[in-house]
């Protein structure tokens, strides 16, 4: 049986004060549980080698949340998976719905961030999801699954393995607006079977599938029990250390029982 996953993704928030108050407290709160979730936390890069300290004495584990398409060279203000590596951080977070919005990023570049994420040994997250015009108008399921043919259907079954997918609708992130458990259980169990059908039954089945879209303590619970669920890619809650931890003891029980 899998663990959970649960992962914090903090977005541009913080000041390095407060960031290392969030850290020490999250660390307080997981050393406290016997833990089978597997838990991570992405902060702004200023933050990573300071997260990678603290969690070498507790439970969790560090990612970032971008990374440059170049593996290195004159790209002024760019981030490099070989830099993120040195600076301890073992998955990073790509082609969020903030990153394909803002800052129009490709399925082609994101499948360059792959391969250079896995180069490095660094686990991606790879973001999918579809907006409210798509998921009105119906298209929301070849959106998907174009995301996911496009940016890592390129990979090998050894590598596609190493990925997590993270399903966020785009509607339901940072709107108070949550995919209800069916709808999120439907599109979980599609992305997976888009995976079988490429790579196999026994990949789909091993792919972690995370949750995100104001994913909070009340509601993860259910969230994360649907079966296709394997856990959360947590925003806004990531930034309070309580709701972070009761978000974490919800996978926990999802898990026990199982």
Same mark, same amino acid.
């Given at each position: 049986?899998?663990?959970?996953?649960?992962?914090?993704?903090?977005?541009?928030?913080?000041?390095?004060?407060?960031?290392?108050?969030?850290?020490?407290?999250?660390?307080?709160?997981?050393?406290?549980?016997?833990?089978?979730?597997?838990?991570?936390?992405?902060?702004?890069?200023?933050?990573?080698?300071? &997260?990678?300290?603290?969690?070498?004495?507790?439970?969790?584990?560090?990612? +970032?949340?971008?990374?440059?398409?170049?593996?290195?060279? +004159?790209?002024?203000?760019?981030?490099?998976?070989?830099?993120? *590596?040195?600076?301890?951080?073992?998955?990073?977070?790509?082609?969020?719905?903030?990153?394909?919005?803002?800052? *129009?990023?490709?399925?082609?570049?994101?499948?360059?961030?792959?391969?250079?994420?896995?180069?490095?040994?660094?686990?991606?997250?790879?973001?999918?999801?579809?907006?409210?015009?798509?998921?009105?108008?119906?298209?929301?399921?070849?959106?998907?699954?174009?995301?996911?043919?496009?940016?890592?259907?390129?990979?090998? *079954?050894?590598?596609?393995?190493?990925?997590?997918? +993270?399903?966020?609708?785009?509607?339901?992130?940072?709107?108070?607006?949550?995919?209800?458990?069916?709808?999120?259980?439907?599109?979980?169990?599609?992305?997976?079977?888009?995976?079988?059908?490429?790579?196999?039954?026994?990949?789909?089945?091993?792919?972690?599938?995370?949750?995100?879209?104001?994913?909070?303590?009340?509601?993860?619970?259910?969230?994360?029990?649907?079966?296709?669920?394997?856990?959360?890619?947590?925003?806004?809650?990531?930034?309070? &250390?309580?709701?972070?931890?009761?978000?974490?003891?919800?996978?926990?029980?999802?898990? *026990?029982?199982?």
């Amino acid at each position: 049986m899998k663990n959970k996953i649960v992962a914090g993704n903090w977005k541009m928030n913080k000041t390095f004060p407060e960031a290392e108050e969030l850290l020490v407290a999250i660390a307080e709160g997981l050393d406290e549980m016997e833990l089978e979730t597997d838990v991570v936390i992405c902060p702004p890069f200023p933050y990573l080698e300071m &997260a990678a300290d603290i969690s070498e004495e507790s439970n969790f584990t560090v990612g +970032a949340q971008n990374v440059s398409s170049e593996e290195k060279g +004159a790209y002024t203000g760019e981030v490099s998976a070989a830099m993120l *590596k040195s600076a301890g951080a073992d998955l990073c977070i790509i082609g969020h719905s903030e990153r394909r919005k803002y800052f *129009k990023e490709s399925d082609e570049e994101l499948a360059k961030k792959t391969d250079l994420l896995l180069a490095n040994d660094i686990v991606p997250i790879f973001c999918v999801g579809e907006t409210l015009e798509e998921r009105e108008n119906g298209t929301h399921v070849e959106t998907i699954r174009r995301q996911l043919r496009n940016a890592l259907f390129h990979l090998d *079954k050894e590598d596609i393995s190493k990925v997590i997918v +993270a399903y966020e609708p785009v509607w339901a992130i940072g709107t108070g607006k949550t995919a209800t458990p069916a709808q999120a259980q439907e599109i979980h169990a599609m992305i997976r079977q888009t995976i079988e059908e490429k790579y196999g039954t026994e990949t789909a089945y091993n792919m972690y599938i995370l949750y995100g879209g104001s994913c909070n303590p009340q509601n993860a619970l259910e969230l994360f029990c649907c079966p296709d669920v394997d856990g959360g890619l947590i925003g806004g809650a990531s930034l309070n &250390a309580d709701d972070f931890i009761a978000i974490v003891n919800a996978a926990e029980t999802c898990q *026990k029982n199982d």
